[in-house]
């Protein structure tokens, strides 16, 4: 009965690295540039809950940004590949979320160096005036 | 779309890159090392926005975020250096930093699994005559007549949207002898 059950896990395990492996080695369709701009975008949500310099906050979020161009300029080449679009609109958007992105970064930075000059820090968890 | 051959290789060492340039950012003790952490994920995206024949926007991406933003982040740092966070004894994360680590890790392990799953009812893109169609300069033709006839409008109001960005940043930096001599 255990022997059976060693073998059958054995199976699955095989099955399941030989499976990974071919998904290694298969070409790279849309949905591994979804799960590759996935994972920049959690560790981006990751770096802006949890960091307290407020200058590697801002750096997170761009790093979010990116992960939204990646998946505008992955569908834009699979919907040209399906042949549904012929135009590129998907990189339209992607010039102007670089555009708002660097409008983004220099008015927070502005406020951060303003608010650096006042009181001195730019550990987040000091900056508490407004919390109740 | 599929991306095949050499290109696979090309798709693993970016993303791989991007990925350890991405963590390495978010775990460094110095600002610096972190905004250049941040040019290397950004570089590192260019080049699969090369692989996905978006060549406009990974020129753009390099200009743009490269040459603009992460040189906008060095100065800053420049201005607001803290010297105290390169020491040990600083803490570098805040006080929720497990919470957000649980609640990440679940929601990665559930988009990428839901991602896998539909995987199959997505149609494979597969059109031979449209792979070779585009030109390697003929991406760029397009964005350029895109941005100035469908989306002329979005394009000035980015324009005045980047006016604002500059008189507001230049308002909010301003020391307080300078307010006192220019008001």
């Known amino acids: 009965m255990s022997g059976d059950m060693l073998g059958w896990a054995l199976q699955e395990t095989t099955s399941l690295v030989s499976r990974f492996l071919e998904g290694l080695a298969a070409p790279k369709g849309v949905v591994d540039f979804l799960v590759l701009s996935f994972m920049l975008f959690a560790i981006g949500v990751l770096g802006v809950l949890s960091r307290r310099n407020i200058l590697i906050i801002f750096m997170s979020i761009e790093l ?29 958007f992607v010039i102007f979320i670089i555009v708002v992105a660097a409008a983004e970064a220099v008015i927070g930075l502005g406020i951060l160096i303003a608010l650096y000059r006042n009181r001195r820090t730019v550990a987040i968890d000091e900056i508490n005036l407004l919390k109740w | 779309m599929e991306v095949k051959g050499a290109q696979i290789l090309f798709y693993y060492v970016l993303a791989f890159f991007v990925l350890i340039m991405a963590v390495s950012l978010i775990r460094a003790r110095s600002a610096v090392h972190a905004a250049l952490y941040l040019m290397g994920t950004l570089i590192g995206t260019a080049g699969l926005f090369l692989l996905l024949h978006a060549e406009f926007v990974a020129g753009a991406q390099i200009l743009i975020y490269v040459g603009g933003v992460v040189v906008l982040f060095i100065f800053v740092i420049m201005l607001v250096n803290v010297r105290e966070e390169v020491t040990e004894a600083t803490r570098l994360f805040t006080r929720q930093e497990v919470v957000a680590w649980v609640l990440v890790g679940a929601m990665t392990v559930a988009t990428i699994i839901a991602l896998r799953r539909e995987a199959n009812l997505l149609p494979s893109a597969v059109a031979p ?29 980015a324009s005045l949207l980047l006016l604002v960005a500059i008189v507001g940043s230049v308002l909010l930096a301003r020391t307080r002898r300078q307010e006192e001599t220019f008001d």
């Open chain 2, 129 to 157: 005559a449209e792979e070779t169609a585009l030109a390697f300069s003929e991406d760029t033709q397009q964005v350029g007549s895109a941005l100035y006839t469908r989306a002329a409008l979005p394009f000035e109001i």
């Open chain 1, 64 to 92: 979010i940004l990116n992960a939204a161009n990646l998946n505008f300029v992955a569908f834009t080449r699979y919907w040209q590949a399906m042949g549904r679009i012929s135009e590129n609109m998907g990189h339209v």
